[in-house]
T-cell receptor, first 116, second 118 residues
């Protein structure tokens, strides 16, 4: 079945450590996104990528980094520079072609990161 | 800048009641998309509907209906004869529309937590 897989589902990190969240999709979508969700805050865009080897900052990119070496994969690294990293992280993907005007984004099941 | 406002933080109704979730948006773009997503306790966002800015027809899908009014910048969502399984957080979202293809993410509201009591 096509979809987006995020791993792990739960992640614990000590303060000062970097941690990488995985996101893989087999939908053949060009665009991929990372969102952060805090209680009562809705979802906020961290980074997005429209094509392999290219990505753009979203609204809250500080303290995060990404890479897009393969179309299927868009890992997110939460660095020690992120002051408040405890949150729920959602990865999404969508088509991006001239023939398909941007449709809805498909979301993974999320990774809940807790800093201990 | 784009903004989506969902003023209702939490709504609680008894099963079988009708309930409307409000969504008001702001954008300077002349063409855009509006979305509704459902987030059950499992956390994954489930797509419900997408409307484009030049199509103001209301839409009905089973017990769900959506009312898009460009004049008031609103895109409200009504659940008729609510059921316990409708309990979830519902998000309204907005994105730009690119005629040649493109995507730069969604702007979400803060969500409305809907509780359907049996």
């Amino acid at each position: 079945d096509g979809g987006i897989t995020q791993s792990p589902k739960y992640l614990f990190r000590k303060e000062g450590q970097n941690v990488t969240l995985s996101c893989e999709q087999n939908l053949n979508h060009d665009a991929m996104y990372w969102y952060r969700q805090d209680p009562g805050q809705g979802l906020r865009l961290i980074y997005y990528s429209q094509i392999v080897n290219d990505f753009q900052k979203g609204d809250i990119a500080e303290g995060y980094s990404v890479s897009r070496e393969k179309k299927e994969s868009f890992p997110l690294t939460v660095t020690s520079a992120q002051k408040n990293p405890t949150a729920f992280y959602l990865c999404a993907s969508s088509p991006w072609t001239a023939q398909i005007m941007n449709t809805e984004a498909f979301f993974g099941q999320g990774t809940r990161l807790t800093v201990v | 800048a784009q903004k989506v406002t969902q003023a209702q933080t939490e709504i609680s109704v008894v099963e079988k009641e009708d309930v409307t979730l409000d969504c008001v948006y702001e954008t300077r773009d002349t063409t855009y998309y509006l979305f509704w997503y459902k987030q059950p306790p499992s956390g994954e966002l489930v797509f419900l509907i997408r409307r484009n800015s030049f199509d103001e027809q209301n839409e009905i899908s089973g017990r769900y209906s959506w009312n898009f009014q460009k004049s008031t910048s609103s895109f409200n969502f009504t659940i008729t004869a609510s059921q316990v399984v409708d309990s979830a957080v519902y998000f309204c979202a907005l994105s730009k529309m690119y005629s040649g293809g493109g995507a730069d993410g969604l702007t979400f509201g803060k969500g409305t937590h809907l509780i359907i009591q049996p």
